[in-house]
C-alpha cells in the first residue's frame, strides 16, 4: 500500500505561505489584483472561474471577473485584453478557455502582456521556461512539481516519463523536470498515442506522471515497483451507484496502481487543488515584481 500524495494537503502550506506574501505586499500599499475573462457560459469554464474568483477573495487578493456574451467578437476581447494590460490594479490575468470557436484562441493568447500572463501560455514565457529563465510556471505542471518536492520525492537522475504532450501539461512538464536545479535534474522521456509499446516505456518510470485525458489508461502492468505516480486526468465516467449517474476518475487505474507504486496521488484531492494555487502563487509573484519596479 503507497503514501498518498494529496495535492489539497501540499496546497494548504503554499497559500499559507502566500498569505504572508500578500499581508506584506499589502502593508507596503500594494495588493496582488487578478482578473479572469470568461467569454460565452461553459457550464465547466463558468465552474473554474467562480472557483478562482473565490480563491482571490478567501487570499485577500484584487479580484476581477469579466464576463462575455458568447456573441463577443475578436476585436471586443481584444479591446477588453488591452485594457487589463494597462490596468496597473491588475497584476494577472487569464482569459479561460475554451473560447468560442469564431474566436481565435493563438491570437488572444498573443494579445496579453508577458508580464502578466499568469497562465504562462504566452509563446514568450513557454520560451522563458524552455531555456530555464521563466517569468511564470504553467499552474498544472508547476503544481506536480510542487507535490513532488513538498512530499519529499527526490527528482535527481530519477527517470521521469510522462504520458501525454499537451501544450498545458505534458511538454511544459518535460521541460521544467529537465532543468538544472532542486525540483529537477531528471531524465525526461515523453510518451503519447503514436509511441510504440508504451508500456514497456512507463515501466522504466521512476517517476510516472500522467495526463492523458484517458479513463484508467495506466494499470497495473504498466507501472514499475515502487513507482511514484501523478495523476492529472479528469475523466467524467458513467456510475449507475451515484446519484448523479457518473463519477470523476483519473487516468490512473487507482485501485491496483496503489498497491504497486510507493507514492500515488488520488483523483480528487491530488493534483487538482494545485492548479488554482499556482495560478495564485503567479499572480502574487506577478504582483511582487510590479511593487519592485514602481
Ligand atoms: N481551461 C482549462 N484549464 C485552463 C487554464 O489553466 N487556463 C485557462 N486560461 N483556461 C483553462
Redesign the pocket.
Known amino acids: 500500500m503507497s503514501e498518498l500524495i494529496l495535492g489539497k494537503t501540499v496546497s494548504e502550506s503554499i497559500y499559507s505561505e502566500l498569505r504572508g506574501k500578500i499581508e506584506s505586499l499589502k502593508s507596503k500599499g500594494t495588493t496582488p489584483g487578478l482578473a479572469v475573462v470568461l467569454v460565452g457560459n461553459d457550464p465547466a ?1 463558468e465552474v ?1 472561474v467562480r472557483m478562482k474568483g473565490k480563491k482571490c477573495e478567501e487570499l485577500g487578493m484584487h479580484s476581477v471577473t469579466v464576463t462575455l456574451p458568447d456573441h463577443t467578437t475578436q476585436e471586443e476581447l481584444l479591446k477588453k485584453i488591452g485594457e487589463l494590460n494597462k490596468d496597473p490594479s491588475i497584476h494577472g490575468f ?4 475554451p473560447l468560442p470557436s469564431h474566436i481565435d484562441e493563438k491570437t488572444i493568447i498573443n494579445a496579453i502582456d508577458p508580464r502578466k500572463d499568469v ?1 504562462c501560455f504566452h509563446p514568450v514565457n513557454v520560451g522563458k521556461m524552455l531555456i530555464g529563465e521563466p517569468e511564470f510556471l504553467p ?2 505542471p508547476a503544481g506536480v512539481q510542487q507535490m513532488l518536492v513538498r512530499s519529499g520525492v527526490d527528482t535527481k537522475g530519477k527517470h521521469v516519463v510522462i504520458v501525454g504532450r499537451s501544450n ?1 501539461v505534458g511538454k511544459p512538464m518535460a521541460a521544467m523536470m529537465m532543468q538544472k536545479g532542486g525540483g529537477a535534474d531528471s531524465t525526461v522521456t515523453v510518451v503519447h498515442s503514436r509511441t510504440r509499446d508504451l508500456p514497456s516505456v512507463t515501466r522504466l518510470a521512476d517517476i510516472l506522471i500522467v495526463a492523458m485525458g484517458k479513463a484508467n489508461f495506466v494499470t497495473a502492468d504498466m507501472v514499475k515497483d515502487g513507482a511514484v505516480v501523478i495523476d492529472v486526468g479528469t475523466n467524467r465516467v458513467d456510475d449507475p451507484d451515484s446519484p448523479k449517474g457518473s463519477k470523476l476518475v483519473g487516468d490512473v487505474d487507482f485501485g491496483a496502481v496503489k498497491e504497486k507504486a510507493s507514492a500515488i496521488s488520488p483523483v480528487a484531492g491530488g493534483v487538482g487543488p494545485m ?1 488554482i494555487c499556482m495560478l495564485m502563487a503567479n499572480a502574487v509573484a506577478a504582483a511582487e515584481k510590479a511593487a519592485v519596479s514602481r
Open positions: 469554464s473554474y487569464l482569459v479561460q478557455l497562465d499552474a498544472t498545458i492548479t
